[in-house]
T-cell receptor, first 114, second 113 residues
Framework: EPEVTQTPSHQVTQMGQEVILRCVPISNHLYFYWYRQILGQKVEFLVSFYNNEISEKSEIFDDQFSVERPDGSNFTLKIRSTKLEDSAMYFC????????????FGPGTRLTVT | GENVEQHPSTLSVQEGDSAVIKCTYSDSASNYFPWYKQELGKRPQLIIDIRSNVGEKKDQRIAVTLNKTAKHFSLHITETQPEDSAVYFCAASMKTSYDKVIFGPGTSLSVIP
């Protein structure tokens, strides 16, 4: 069964550095999302992306964040200048076009900012 | 925007007993309610979902009920097993098929052998 994949599984970075988290959604999916989960807390929506543009973003998704679909397969989340509070698990998800509602989550990237 | 509340935050049951988790949502436009199971360090896994035109749905030991009038929905797990131990999240999503999912705060379920 096709799955969403994410790399790296764990990223350690220093405060103020830029990081890029990568996702490969399921190939025939058209809607893409990033969520984050701070340790021990709920999963929070960051941004949704469709047709090469952002559909919706949350308050968390400020100017330090950006998303891109640089080619036909990858979907990236960039954090320009990381802060300690950006430490979290970041999940990518995708959904096919049509009546299905289910979002398929990737395994996540654990980001640790020191 | 949508807000999803969930209780209890922790739940311990004896193996074989039932577990019930309850959620409420705030936005009447929400019409899709998935439940996710998350094991430690893993991705959320969809275990069952329900749409607003249905009041109840069952899949083996798992059932969900939805009361749209009261904006309540619940997860019922019967004959619990140790492998059911995990964090369970209820969630809500709006009318479009590609809308974001808003998660509840989670319930940590422990099934004691």
């Amino acid at each position: 069964e096709p799955e969403v994949t994410q790399t790296p599984s764990h990223q350690v970075t220093q405060m103020g550095q830029e990081v890029i988290l990568r996702c490969v959604p399921i190939s025939n999916h058209l809607y893409f999302y990033w969520y984050r989960q701070i340790l021990g807390q709920k999963v929070e929506f960051l941004v949704s992306f469709y047709n090469n543009e952002i559909s919706e973003k949350s308050e968390i998704f400020d100017d330090q964040f950006s998303v891109e679909r640089p080619d036909g397969s990858n979907f990236t989340l960039k954090i320009r200048s990381t802060k300690l509070e950006d430490s979290a698990m970041y999940f990518c998800a995708s959904t096919p076009k049509g009546v299905t509602y289910e979002q398929y989550f990737g395994p996540g990237t654990r980001l640790t900012v020191t | 925007g949508e807000n999803v509340e969930q209780h209890p935050s922790t739940l311990s049951v004896q193996e074989g007993d039932s577990a019930v988790i309850k959620c409420t949502y705030s936005d009447s436009a929400s019409n899709y309610f998935p439940w996710y199971k998350q094991e430690l360090g893993k991705r959320p896994q969809l275990i069952i979902d329900i749409r607003s035109n249905v009041g109840e749905k069952k899949d083996q030991r798992i059932a969900v009920t939805l009361n749209k009038t009261a904006k309540h929905f619940s997860l019922h797990i019967t004959e619990t097993q140790p492998e059911d131990s995990a964090v369970y999240f209820c969630a809500a999503s709006m009318k479009t098929s590609y809308d974001k999912v808003i998660f509840g705060p989670g319930t940590s379920l422990s099934v004691i052998p």
